[in-house]
């Protein structure tokens, strides 16, 4: 089946340790992006890439990198520079809005916590 | 620049009751509207969405009418279900299609039997 798969489910992490978030998708999209989720304040956009080798950043980032080698792939790194890493993580997959009638599919996530 | 405006949960009603949930949104151009679901420990899935004024979207029994006037976009259930104990986004894009989604703050939903 097609979508999109994000790994681990939970992951804990030392403080002033980098830790990098998986996301592959087999839907043959284009454009992939990365959100955080916090109680209360919706989604915000950390980065998004609209094709392979390019990526541009979102609203929130400060602290995170990403890389776009592989058109399956956008793995996002969490750095030590980010203060507050303690999020929800999701990753999701679009074609690029050329077309009317598309929709963003969204992984099940990733629980970062900072021990 | 682009925002969306939900009105703030918790929602809680019981079985049968009706639902709306308001969506307001801001924008420049003629962004395409969207509501996404998300039940508990999951990503979200598209729910319904109206890609240009006075479409409706419907799904699962939930509408929503693209209102530019009002630029408005209220979700709308006739009758509830405990399975719809979820998070409802209102999310907008400013270009056609998914790009750079701008998400409301999120109204959880709670029915009780």
């Known amino acids: 089946d097609g979508g999109i798969t994000q790994s681990p489910k939970y992951l804990f992490r030392k403080e002033g340790q980098n830790v990098t978030l998986s996301c592959e998708q087999n839907l043959n999209h284009d454009a992939m992006y990365w959100y955080r989720q916090d109680p209360g304040q919706g989604l915000r956009l950390i980065y998004y890439?609209?094709?392979?080798?390019?990526?541009q950043k979102g609203d929130i980032a400060e602290g995170y990198s990403v890389s776009r080698e592989k058109k399956e792939s956008f793995p996002l790194t969490v750095t030590s520079a980010q203060k507050n890493p303690t999020a929800f993580y999701l990753c999701a997959s679009s074609i690029p809005g050329t077309q009317m009638n598309t929709e963003a599919f969204f992984g099940q996530g990733t629980r970062l916590t900072v021990v | 620049g682009n925002s969306v405006t939900q009105m703030e949960g918790p929602v809680t009603l019981s079985e049968e009751a009706f639902l709306t949930i308001n969506c307001t949104y801001t924008a420049t151009g003629y962004p395409s509207l969207f509501w996404y679901v998300q039940y508990p420990g999951e990503g979200l899935q598209l729910l319904l969405k109206?890609?240009?004024?006075?479409d409706k979207g419907s799904n699962k029994g939930f509408e929503a009418t693209y209102r530019k006037e009002t630029t408005s976009f209220h979700l709308e259930k006739g009758s509830v279900q405990v399975s719809d104990s979820a998070v409802y986004f209102c999310a907008l894009s400013d270009r056609g299609g998914s790009e750079k989604l701008v998400f409301g703050k999120g109204t959880k939903l709670t029915v009780n039997p």
């Open positions: 109206a890609t240009k004024a006075d």
């Open positions: 890439s609209q094709i392979v080798n390019d990526f």
